[in-house]
């Protein structure tokens, strides 16, 4: 069964350096979306792309944030200048069309020194 | 706006036992999708179920199962002959269709089994 991919599974970064989270959605899937889980909080939406654009963000998703499919394949997440607070595992996810559930992949715990 | 409440932080029980972990919903959407997802030590989201709206039938699969009630806004999930497998965190969520499908999950419960 396809899966959504995430790469690296953990990413350890310095403070203030840029760091880009990777995904592979399934390949036939239109919408993409990022979650972000501090460790011991809930699951919280990041920001939802489709058709190679931005369709919706939180308040978390702010400058500091940018989202990018720069291929046919790849959906990444860059973040500028990384906070100690952006410590989290990040998912990301896809779907097909409009009502049909979110494919997860397996997340990237980011850690921030 | 969307809400998913999940009152029970944590529960523990010792295996064997039946357990019910509570989910109540907010919203104004008439289209919706309600979710259960098992979150293993691994970290990892598990996805259990998937319901819509406009099927309120109750589901059985195995030792799970869902009870969803529109008149409460809640979505129960009820372990049947707990194992000490069932161990994780377990997130409710709900989207709607009109928001792009953006998921919104609660806060998830631990539940804890003991053999």
Same mark, same amino acid.
């Given at each position: 069964?396809? !899966?959504?991919?995430?790469?690296?599974?953990?990413?350890?970064?310095?403070?203030?350096? !840029?760091?880009?989270?990777?995904?592979?959605?399934?390949?036939?899937?239109?919408?993409?979306?990022?979650?972000?889980?501090?460790?011991?909080?809930?699951?919280?939406?990041?920001?939802?792309?489709?058709?190679?654009?931005?369709?919706?963000?939180?308040?978390?998703?702010?400058?500091?944030?940018?989202? !990018?499919?720069?291929?046919?394949?790849?959906?990444?997440?860059?973040?500028?200048?990384?906070?100690? !607070?952006?410590?989290?595992?990040?998912?990301?996810?896809?779907?097909?069309?409009?009502?049909?559930?979110?494919?997860?992949?397996?997340?990237?715990?980011?850690?921030?020194? | 706006?969307?809400?998913?409440?999940?009152?029970?932080?944590?529960?523990?029980?010792? #295996?064997?036992?039946?357990?019910?972990?509570? @989910?109540?919903? #907010?919203?104004?959407?008439?289209?919706?999708?309600?979710?259960?997802?098992?979150?293993?030590?691994?970290?990892?989201?598990?996805?259990?179920?998937?319901?819509?709206?406009?099927?309120?039938?109750?589901?059985?699969?195995?030792?799970?199962?869902?009870?969803?009630?529109?008149?409460?806004?809640?979505?129960?999930?009820?372990?049947?002959?707990?194992?000490?497998?069932?161990?994780?965190?377990?997130? @409710?969520?709900?989207?709607? #269709?009109?928001?792009?499908?953006?998921?919104?999950?609660?806060?998830?419960?631990?539940?804890?089994?003991?053999?």
């Amino acid at each position: 069964e396809p !899966e959504v991919t995430q790469t690296p599974s953990h990413q350890v970064t310095q403070m203030g350096q !840029e760091v880009i989270l990777r995904c592979v959605p399934i390949s036939n899937h239109l919408y993409f979306y990022w979650y972000r889980q501090i460790l011991g909080q809930k699951v919280e939406f990041l920001v939802s792309f489709y058709n190679n654009e931005i369709s919706e963000k939180s308040e978390i998703f702010d400058d500091q944030f940018s989202v !990018e499919r720069p291929d046919g394949s790849n959906f990444t997440l860059k973040i500028r200048s990384t906070k100690l !607070e952006d410590s989290a595992m990040y998912f990301c996810a896809s779907r097909t069309v409009h009502n049909q559930p979110q494919h997860f992949g397996d997340g990237t715990r980011l850690s921030i020194l | 706006a969307q809400k998913v409440t999940q009152a029970q932080t944590e529960i523990s029980v010792v #295996e064997k036992e039946d357990v019910t972990l509570d @989910c109540v919903y #907010e919203t104004r959407d008439t289209t919706y999708y309600l979710f259960w997802y098992k979150q293993p030590p691994s970290g990892e989201l598990v996805f259990l179920i998937r319901r819509n709206s406009f099927d309120e039938q109750n589901e059985i699969s195995g030792r799970y199962s869902w009870n969803f009630q529109k008149s409460t806004s809640s979505f129960n999930f009820t372990i049947t002959a707990s194992q000490v497998v069932d161990s994780a965190v377990y997130f @409710c969520a709900l989207s709607e #269709e009109a928001e792009n499908n953006d998921m919104r999950f609660g806060a998830g419960t631990r539940l804890t089994v003991k053999p």
